[in-house]
């Protein structure tokens, strides 16, 4: 058997034996590109990163986390180009590890299936434990507590029907919008013409003196600002559940990158220019910016949509998270035992076996401390970037060549020149999420190495379910 996999022929059902096992279930295509993208978009949950994840980026590099966040969603394009290709041409709910495995050997979908696991399981936990700071003005909760229980209630949600979900997210999602909408007329009204430029960066620290911002300090910010706009790599997840994935896929994935780039960018610039000075910017402080620049009752609405947005992006990360374990229990990832229950459909459609694995960790994760998991994220994003695009010039080799899907302009030039860029970027990180990464994957690939590949005739084995 070669290590790199073929989609499985289409053969005719054959009919049921006694005793033979049973066949792995499929999800069901319920949902279309509106709905695979208000769930995507409620992935990036631009208001929760607004409000949690930007604020360490004006904290570290100060007005220039405009110019490195609009230099990671360009770097996007290049990123979606790539996974509209891969999702359409290889629809698989195991998302990049089914992409990459398929392409470029199951050691490589392996590896890749890690570093998803890395993201999948420390993202929805870090988002959660910022909900305590936006219920403050109307509640008083301790942080870990509130983070367990956004993540409890995602995890009940996560069990529903898809259909349903679509829905309850897209409301939420409309109350994001709306906060940020809300930020960006109040930033720019409130604009200072003292501004720093957002094209030449100062930073202001916490012992008061401020600097310039270097290039390598953004280019070594470009990890987490990659980790901000990530999320339209969840239309890959529900490709399965997507109808018509082969046009469906792509058109999902662009979508949600164009609205979700300028969700963030365009209040990003706002609050830079309307910042009363550089050491407010530099404090992360948006919520008391906004209480500012308008009166307590705006901040209280504003806070009170953010512990919303950070509610929808826990349930969509856990409802893909979820089909991911789903996708690899399928493909015989773990021993039997654990292979049959992540596999298991509940009543709803949804993996819920699969679905409690995820939330349940991560709400113990909330009362883990670890200043190091946005980091660890961001590397892990950036490998995993590296990876699809590296499965990405591979896309159009043998029976792939002229197989129904998406193509990407410019190939191979987008996937050689995005494979040279996030090298570098790669070498710019800090060194100790690198170790930690690192760490994480060289067991993986122990695991790999002793129990995977020498079984890899019933083990690994990556499927990819017909189109229906």
């Not at 394009?77 to 290889?90: N, P, Q």
């Not at 897209?170 to 409130?190: D, K, Y």
């Not at 209480?291 to 009752?297: F, I, K, M, R, V």
């Not at 076996?353 to 883990?368: E, I, K, N, W």
């Amino acid at each position: 058997m070669t290590d790199t996999l073929r989609p499985p022929t289409p053969v005719a059902p054959a009919p049921a034996v006694a005793g033979t096992p049973a066949a792995p279930q499929t999800l069901k295509r319920s949902i279309g590109v509106v709905g695979g993208t208000l769930l995507t978009l409620s992935c990036v949950t631009p208001a929760s990163t607004l409000f949690v994840i930007v604020p360490e980026l004006f904290s570290s590099i100060g007005s220039a986390t405009a110019l490195a966040i609009a230099i990671g969603s360009v770097l996007c394009i290049a990123v979606a180009f790539c996974y509209s290709e891969l999702g359409t041409l290889i629809p698989s709910a195991g998302g990049e590890y089914a992409m990459v495995g398929t392409l470029a050997g199951r050691l490589a979908g392996w590896l890749v299936f890690v570093l998803s696991l890395i993201v999948v399981m420390i993202v929805p936990s870090v988002i959660a434990l910022g909900t305590a700071d936006y219920l403050a003005p109307v509640l008083h909760v301790d942080k870990p507590l509130a983070g367990a229980a956004v993540m409890l209630a995602a995890t009940l949600a996560g069990l529903l029907d898809l259909r349903a979900n679509a829905w309850i997210t897209g409301v939420f999602l409309v109350l994001e919008v709306v906060a940020a909408g809300v930020v960006s007329v109040l930033g720019f009204a409130h604009a200072n013409s003292g501004a720093p430029s957002m094209l030449h960066g100062v930073v202001t620290g916490e012992d008061g003196v401020t600097t310039t911002v270097s290039m390598g300090a953004i280019i070594g910010a470009l990890g987490i600002a990659l980790f901000i706009t990530q999320g339209f790599s969840t239309a890959v997840y529900l490709s399965e559940e997507l109808e018509n994935p082969r046009r469906n896929v792509s058109r999902t994935v662009l979508w949600t990158l164009a609205i979700s780039a300028a969700v963030i960018l365009v209040p990003v610039a706002a609050i830079t220019m309307g910042a009363p000075d550089l050491a407010t910017l530099s404090s992360g402080d948006i919520s008391g910016m906004v209480t500012a620049w308008s009166n307590s009752a705006v901040g209280t609405f504003i806070s009170l949509c953010v512990a919303l947005a950070i509610i929808n992006a826990g349930i969509v990360m856990v409802i893909q998270n979820s089909r991911v374990l789903f996708a690899s229990a399928r493909d015989k990832a773990w021993p039997g035992p654990v292979n049959k229950a992540f596999g298991t459909l509940g009543r709803f459609g949804s993996p819920w076996v699969a679905t409690l694995a995820v939330g349940l960790p991560g709400a113990a994760l909330c009362f883990v401390k670890g200043e190091l998991l946005s980091e660890i994220t961001g590397v892990a994003v950036t490998g995993m970037y590296l990876l699809v695009a590296i499965a990405a010039l591979l896309s159009r080799r043998n029976q792939h060549k002229h197989a129904a899907a998406w193509r990407m302009p410019l190939w191979p030039a987008v996937p050689v020149v995005l494979i040279a860029v996030l090298v570098y970027v790669i070498t710019q990180l800090d060194t100790v999420p690198l170790l930690w990464t690192g760490g994480i994957t060289a067991v993986a690939t122990l695991y790999w190495l002793l129990y995977l590949r020498p079984r890899q005739d019933t083990r690994w084995v990556i499927t990819i379910p017909e189109d229906q």
